[in-house]
């Protein structure tokens, strides 16, 4: 009997197991460095929330940003394996120094003055170093993560097989899912391990987890499928836009299929109709003085093929991509969430949550959602459809996951009012630490939801995308999903700082204080809920732009 494609991630060759055992290890690695690191740079490098909370939304945003580097050096230049191969080391080098951090005295602040009671900054050096260690994981999360997913799509893709694209489609959601499994180790073991055995066992385990991902990867080097890289991207770019202006008085009405110009192993027999007017850049005028006698452009400026235009139209899906920032921005907010959580009853079922593991929730919401959808949900379309994968297209997925984030932080809001009375209530206002009788499940429902808007949204972008571009360009199409995380981040930088600096004028206690049972971060949530809502509006307007894009969806990695 044919293995189903969860089977086949568990019973794939060696080499392949080796990928995935690569990657679960360095997703628990970088993850786990995350949740607990705001309480890092407060209590060892005596940072003020705010100034923390904007730290990691720029490390984030440092990470996510380098994607775009990432996938443009695979595609065109080194190939996805060097790429990964880069990250790895770039990685395991940027966790062991963030571990000596802990580990010498000399690299942090001195402890505080028990009888003054006065506390030492950080120096501008101390600083530096853990700086410089953020820039190298920084640079091995841009390099592995938007590679790894097309990588991996490699190794499965197979344009003999007739359920390639049921294959290839399967992958993106266990994928995720498998994502999802080692976010949970993550934000449960090595937060679990941070909590009660300290920074220097903290940060010493993702570096070893690190180091088997690095050691895994290389091991089974030689049985990788490797993709070639292709041409400079940037430079096709910039020849389709030159060679349709040099082309500018054609007739598009009556061109035909042997008017186009194509590779040997070019994908499209035809360009599309988005931005049609770049069309022109791929119409041989005279084949004579046009076209070589190998069949290669004699002019690649005025000349293109119909591949490279079809790449350039992708640009189309731009609008729609810059309504999930608002969705990344709704999901970063952990650091504020691990804050309230400090101060709350965190005792379920006689066990102690770590406040920076919260987010497990989300992510256990996300991958049983995720198996639900594609083992018992789509089987269930498909019978009503008659289509072999007869679910909700990825552009309406996208529209599903946009709303629910605007119940989730109006919940939050209302949650942090009442945490924030009972705190008054019972006396701890002036005390950051101070623990109210209040469980910290009311934080749950928020999270959950979040997580559902999640398996919604961030997948039906990465199908989109990965849809509607060329697959040449297939580790592109994922890093612009990253890429959508980056801007996020700078913008939640932002506005962290904004709203700190305009609520906390002449002198007054500020919405995001380091101590929330002053501040006024139900205020703060509202603030996103009411942002949530425009960004919804707008993506309906932009899906209705857009049109129809089923055709293309239909043929994911033909």
Not at 166 to 171: E, I, N, T
Not at 547 to 553: H, T
């Amino acid at each position: 009997m044919e293995n189903t494609i969860a089977e086949k991630m568990i019973l794939i060759p060696k080499d392949k197991d080796r990928k995935k055992v690569n990657e679960a290890f360095e997703r628990v690695a970088s993850y786990g460095l995350m949740p607990n690191m705001i309480f890092y740079l407060m209590n060892n490098y005596r940072l003020e929330a705010a100034n923390g909370s904007t730290i990691l939304f720029l490390w984030s945003a440092m990470s996510n940003g380098l994607s775009i580097f990432g996938a443009f050096f695979s595609d065109s230049f080194m190939g996805r394996y060097l790429v990964i191969s880069l990250g790895s080391f770039c990685s395991l080098l940027g966790m062991i120094l963030l571990w000596l951090t802990a580990m010498i005295p000399q690299l942090q602040p001195p402890p505080c003055d028990r009888f003054t009671d006065t506390c030492s900054s950080a120096t501008a050096g101390q600083m530096a170093i853990l700086f410089f260690s953020f820039g190298l994981i920084s640079i091995g999360v841009g390099c592995i993560r938007p590679c790894s997913i097309a990588f991996g799509a490699d190794q499965l893709d197979n344009e003999e097989n007739p359920n390639n694209e049921s294959v290839l489609q399967s992958f993106f959601n266990w994928y995720y899912a498998a994502t999802g499994l080692s976010t949970i180790i993550a934000f449960t073991v090595i937060v679990y391990i941070q909590d009660n055995l300290g920074w220097k066992v903290g940060f010493a385990v993702p570096a070893i987890l690190m180091f088997l991902s690095a050691l895994m990867f290389l091991v089974g080097s030689s049985q990788y499928i490797k993709a070639k890289a292709s041409s400079s991207l940037f430079t096709g770019f910039v020849q389709v836009v030159v060679a349709a202006f040099r082309n500018r008085k054609l007739n598009l009405s009556h061109s035909s299929i042997k008017q186009y110009y194509h590779s040997d192993d070019s994908e499209f027999q035809v360009p599309t109709d988005n931005l049609r007017c770049l069309n022109r850049a791929c119409i041989i005028i005279d084949p004579d003085r046009d076209v070589n006698l190998d069949g290669s452009a004699s002019n690649p400026w005025r000349l293109c093929t119909v591949d490279q235009v079809v790449t350039e139209s992708s640009a189309r899906v731009i609008p729609i991509w810059t309504t999930g920032i608002m969705m990344h921005l709704n999901l970063n907010q952990n650091s504020f969430a691990t804050l309230q959580a400090n101060t709350m009853d965190r005792n379920i079922l006689n066990f102690e949550l770590p406040a920076g593991s919260l987010n497990v929730f989300l992510v256990l919401t996300l991958t049983i959602w995720l198996t639900f959808y594609d083992r018992i949900l789509l089987p269930l379309l498909a019978r009503f459809t008659g289509r072999p994968r007869g679910g909700l297209s990825p552009k309406v997925r996208i529209g599903i996951g946009l709303p629910v984030p605007v119940a989730a932080r109006a919940m939050s809001a209302v949650v942090e009012t009442i945490r924030r009375k009972t705190a008054i209530e019972e006396g701890v206002e002036d005390e950051p630490d101070g623990v109210v009788n209040m469980s910290v499940v009311w934080l749950l429902p928020p999270i959950i939801l979040l997580g559902l808007a999640e398996a919604f949204n961030s997948i039906g972008q990465i199908e989109f995308y990965y849809s509607q571009f060329p697959k040449s360009m297939s580790t592109i199409a994922v890093a612009l999903f990253t890429f959508g995380t980056t801007v996020a981040d700078l913008i939640g930088s932002g506005l962290v700082d904004v709203v700190d600096r305009v609520t906390s004028k002449g002198g007054k206690e500020g919405w995001l204080s380091s101590n929330p049972n002053k501040g006024r971060l139900d205020d703060h949530y509202w603030l996103i809920t009411v942002l949530s809502i425009i960004n919804f509006v707008y993506y309906l307007v932009c899906f209705w732009a857009y049109g129809p894009a089923e055709d293309k969806e239909e043929r994911l990695l033909e």
